[in-house]
């Protein structure tokens, strides 16, 4: 199954899944603190593993947002320094407990405040079921 989801749908998807999965996986450019990353600590504390690759390259990656990664993810945060080659990914992967993925979303949403907060009615991250 194919979906397209718009930027004002993504936190709620966001919450759902993290409900009926046990292991997410994010890589993306960017971090901020906000509805999305306190949904993730939520899913955290419930008991869904949480691993994590950011980058810090252009300064919009938040220090805040780093630490609160690194607590949720239990040190599996890996950060991705400036320079080099660009790191600009947007995956977000979620799976089961033996480590089966079962939907990824790929698309143009860092995991920030404005990439989840709906400040776009373009369509982002497609999803879909493995």
């Given at each position: 199954?194919?979906?397209?989801?718009?930027?004002?749908?993504?936190?709620?998807?966001?919450?759902?899944?993290l409900k009926k999965?046990?292991?997410?996986?994010?890589?993306?450019?960017?971090?901020?603190?906000?509805?999305?990353?306190r949904a993730l600590?939520?899913?955290?504390?419930?008991?869904?593993?949480?691993?994590?690759?950011?980058?810090?390259?252009?300064?919009?990656?938040?220090?805040?947002?780093?630490?609160?990664?690194?607590?949720?993810?239990?040190?599996?945060?890996?950060?991705?320094?400036?320079?080099?080659?660009?790191?600009?990914?947007?995956?977000?992967?979620?799976?089961?407990?033996?480590?089966?993925?079962?939907?990824?979303w790929i698309g143009?949403?860092?995991?920030?405040?404005?990439?989840?907060?709906?400040?776009?009615?373009?369509?982002?991250?497609?999803?879909?079921?493995?």
């Amino acid at each position: 199954m194919i979906m397209i989801l718009l930027g004002d749908e993504l936190h709620d998807r966001f919450s759902e899944l993290l409900k009926k999965h046990t292991n997410v996986g994010i890589a993306t450019a960017w971090a901020t603190c906000g509805a999305h990353l306190r949904a993730l600590a939520d899913a955290e504390r419930s008991g869904v593993k949480v691993r994590a690759i950011v980058g810090i390259a252009s300064n919009a990656t938040h220090p805040d947002a780093l630490d609160k990664l690194n607590s949720i993810t239990r040190g599996n945060l890996r950060i991705v320094p400036k320079g080099g080659r660009l790191f600009h990914p947007k995956l977000y992967l979620f799976g089961r407990r033996d480590g089966t993925v079962t939907r990824a979303w790929i698309g143009s949403a860092n995991f920030t405040k404005a990439g989840f907060g709906g400040h776009s009615r373009v369509p982002v991250p497609v999803s879909w079921t493995m």
